[in-house]
């Protein structure tokens, strides 16, 4: 079976072939699908009400040797970004200890300056697009709502029911883009970044730490978390950081820029 398929869509594909038994190990995984990621074969067996040769020929059944390769297989699921919990998560204090050590992993490879060459691209350029598709687009209208304060023109992409050559057709040199992509990223995402590399458009990527590109300014922020899902905390904190760096090169138009906006925001009654 397909590797990036997660045991919940295998146990569906052959479900109907299963003994009685099996569907009763099955029925406990598909209600409590971390189980798979943590238990072993006679945790499963117990919580589900059936001997444990039964769980050993379930997984075998899905394509697992046992019950560890099941677990391997959710962890490195879970590795690249598929939603599959490897453990208890009602641990606050472990959950903010993983987002310090995020932010500080973030923090540390800003180091060689690359947030300067990214906010100097950004702040000389006549135009700077950010792009975001799937879980990349809430950060990416995040920072342009952030670049929007700091500089004029400076728009989204794709807008809703556009497609992407439209939207970056007629950029070049003169121009900046700043592609937002983290893992599971969509399957054209590397021929948007070829495209643009090709046209000679200056690009900034922001993006998780197992991307790799070259030609480009690339900004890393960690988003695994303790969690089934991934965390953006650290993204968005880079999407400030990079926001701020590009205002502070012409700090004085920037803050005429912000009192422009702030004016009119009283003026058209859109804030409390």
Known sequence: ??????????????????????????DHLLRHPDDAAVYSATEIAAASGVSKATVSRLFRT????????????ARALRSTGVPVSV??????????RAEHAALDRMVDGLADGRLDRAAELLASAREVVVVG??????VALHLRQQLTQA???VRIAPAPGQSVG?????????DAVVLVGFRRRPRGFGSVLAALTRRGVPIVVVA?????????????????SLSA????????????????AVLARDLRGGRARVEGITALYGELGELE
């Open 151 to 153: 500089r004029g023109g």
């Open 166 to 174: 439209e939207e970056l057709g007629g950029l070049g040199a003169e």
């Open 229 to 244: 899902f991934d965390s953006y905390a650290a993204a968005m904190s880079l999407a400030n950081l990079l926001a701020a």
């Open 208 to 224: 998780d730490p197992e991307f790799g590109s070259s030609g480009t300014v690339t900004l890393v922020a960690p988003v695994t």
């Open 133 to 138: 598709f799937r879980n990349s687009y809430p």
């Open 87 to 96: 453990g208890p998560t009602a641990d606050l204090a472990a959950h903010l």
């Open 1 to 26: 079976m397909p590797d990036h398929e997660d045991i919940e869509t295998r146990i569906r594909d052959t479900y109907d072939s299963l003994s009685p038994g099996a569907r009763r190990a099955a």
């Open 62 to 73: 899905l394509g697992y040797v046992d019950a560890q390769e099941v677990r391997e297989h």
